[in-house]
């Protein structure tokens, strides 16, 4: 499968709905994606299969989302892959792209959390080290 990846590549909020939807299980939600990330993320990774070169054509099949304190600490946040596309490395080069760019930014740390049957993505394919974190439900 031919995927082109692009560092704040352009989406559209209802792509990005689509795949949050899919990927996180739940009704589609019209999130402000656009606004949302321009305001509060150092950038984002779409992954797109069939784009033409220029990275924004093809379907939207990947997608994660980079935001930061504006010094040295990002993090990574809606990471998703459509279903069809899964287990085929979309999920790790979306996150060496968004590694690539956050040192590139000056950044020291990539932050992420997730849940258990994640470990193997995160651990042993993006090469998160395990460290101790907390994590308060807030409601
Ligand atoms: C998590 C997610 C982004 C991974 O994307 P992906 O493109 O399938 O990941 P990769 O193909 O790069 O996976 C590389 C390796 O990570 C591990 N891995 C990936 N997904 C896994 C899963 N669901 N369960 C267990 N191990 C997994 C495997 O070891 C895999 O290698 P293998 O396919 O040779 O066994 C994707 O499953 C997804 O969108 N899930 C739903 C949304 C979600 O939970 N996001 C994470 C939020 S923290």
Redesign the pocket.
């Known amino acids: 499968m031919e995927i082109e990846y692009a560092w704040r590549g352009p989406f559209t909020d209802e792509e990005v709905n689509v ?1 949050h939807a ?4 739940h009704p589609s939600i019209d999130i402000d994606w656009s606004r949302r990330l321009e305001r509060y993320s150092l950038g984002w990774v779409t992954a797109r299969r069939g784009s033409s070169g220029a990275g924004n054509g093809g379907e939207l099949v ?1 997608f ?1 989302n980079v935001p930061w304190d504006g010094d040295v600490h990002a993090f ?8 069809v ?11 060496q792209v968004a590694v690539r760019e956050a040192r590139a930014a000056g950044c020291e740390w990539l932050h ?4 258990p ?6 651990f ?3 090469g998160f080290k395990p460290t101790d974190a907390g994590l308060i439900a807030l409601r």
Do not use: K, N, P
């Not at 899919?22 to 299980?25: A, K, L, S, T």
């Not at 992420?112 to 849940?115: I, L, P, R």
């Open positions: 795949l899919e990927g996180f299980d990947g994660v990574i946040l809606d990471a998703m892959v459509s279903a596309a899964r287990r085929q490395g979309v999920g790790t080069s979306l996150v992420v959390d997730f849940e049957h994640l470990r193997a993505f995160y042993e394919s993006c």
